[in-house]
């Protein structure tokens, strides 16, 4: 199978899935957003702690609605159970991913603090340099989520090098989940704050796509013609759900030139 053909077959199952597979996305996301919400109850708003609490608390949600995407779009299938269990298996590395950029925009969230505070100039430093790394950190998370999840073995530093390198790569695929969650935001500040429960099952969706589409394109040496072949794809577990494989870095074989 083709580059374009296994990128289009990706897209493709990204746009049927939401509908075909909407109990366990809708499951997934419910419990991504409630678990947002209720670290945002217990911080009593934006506090420094408040992005911690998100990442102790959505992670394993998170990690587990990722590994739902993963079984969508690379075997065309996905359940109820299939998330609970996942919900299990991957909730540690759904809080280490999330962990992340919940330190950073911690550090951002207590510098913008003292900044108001003592109105110095100096101040601002921190101020900017805690705002870019949250960027970087939060850019990032949308591709190492899915990797998290698509390749265990892939982690540490190892993991974010890899998703920073498919979102410097390719930012607009990336940053298309990122506007799609600042309308999802808008529409439930807007409108109801219930939608905001609809909110990561397709930007979580949309994630998954961009990463499969970039690391297809990488040359990732599991993504061969089978794990993309919609007549075997639900009669084997993919190559890249296998706990033992070799997994390299984004510029050795595998990930591209």
């Known amino acids: 199978m083709s580059l374009r053909s296994r990128q289009s077959l990706v897209l493709g199952r990204s746009v049927?899935?939401?509908?075909?597979?909407?109990?366990?996305?809708?499951?997934?996301?419910?419990?991504?957003?409630?678990?947002?919400?209720?670290?945002?109850?217990?911080?009593?708003?934006?506090?420094?702690?408040?992005?911690?609490?998100?990442?102790?608390?959505?992670?394993?949600?998170?990690?587990?609605?990722?590994?739902?995407?993963?079984?969508?779009?690379?075997?065309?299938?996905?359940g109820i159970v299939g998330w609970w269990r996942a919900l299990r298996r991957t909730a540690g590395r759904g809080i280490t991913v999330l962990l992340v950029p919940a330190v950073p925009a911690t550090l951002l969230v207590v510098a913008v603090q003292v900044e108001r505070t003592s109105r110095a100039p100096i101040a601002l430093v921190p101020v900017w340099g805690a705002a870019v790394v949250t960027v970087l950190a939060v850019a990032a998370t949308a591709a190492a989520l899915?990797?998290?999840?698509?390749?265990?073995?892939?982690?540490?530093?190892?993991?974010?090098?890899?998703?920073?390198?498919?979102?410097?790569?390719?930012?607009?695929?990336?940053?298309?989940?990122?506007?799609?969650?600042?309308?999802?935001?808008?529409?439930?500040?807007?409108?109801?704050?219930?939608?905001?429960?609809?909110?990561?099952?397709?930007?979580?969706?949309?994630?998954?796509?961009?990463?499969?589409?970039?690391?297809?394109?990488?040359?990732?040496?599991?993504?061969?013609?089978?794990?993309?072949?919609?007549?075997r794809a639900g009669d084997r577990e993919p190559a890249t759900l296998r706990e033992n494989q070799r997994v390299s870095d984004p510029s050795a074989e595998g990930w591209g030139r």
């Open 146 to 231: 899915p990797a998290t999840v698509a390749r265990p073995a892939l982690r540490g530093i190892r993991l974010w090098v890899a998703a920073l390198h498919l979102v410097a790569r390719h930012p607009v695929r990336f940053g298309a989940a990122f506007c799609l969650f600042g309308l999802g935001v808008w529409a439930s500040v807007s409108i109801t704050g219930t939608l905001f429960l609809l909110v990561p099952a397709p930007v979580g969706l949309l994630a998954g796509a961009a990463f499969w589409s970039s690391a297809v394109e990488l040359g990732a040496a599991e993504l061969g013609a089978a794990d993309f072949d919609e007549s």
């Open 16 to 78: 049927r899935g939401l509908w075909l597979h909407l109990p366990a996305l809708a499951a997934a996301g419910a419990a991504v957003a409630g678990s947002a919400g209720l670290a945002d109850v217990l911080a009593g708003g934006l506090t420094p702690v408040t992005p911690l609490l998100v990442a102790l608390l959505a992670g394993p949600p998170a990690a587990a609605m990722a590994s739902v995407v993963n079984d969508v779009l690379v075997r065309d299938d996905s």
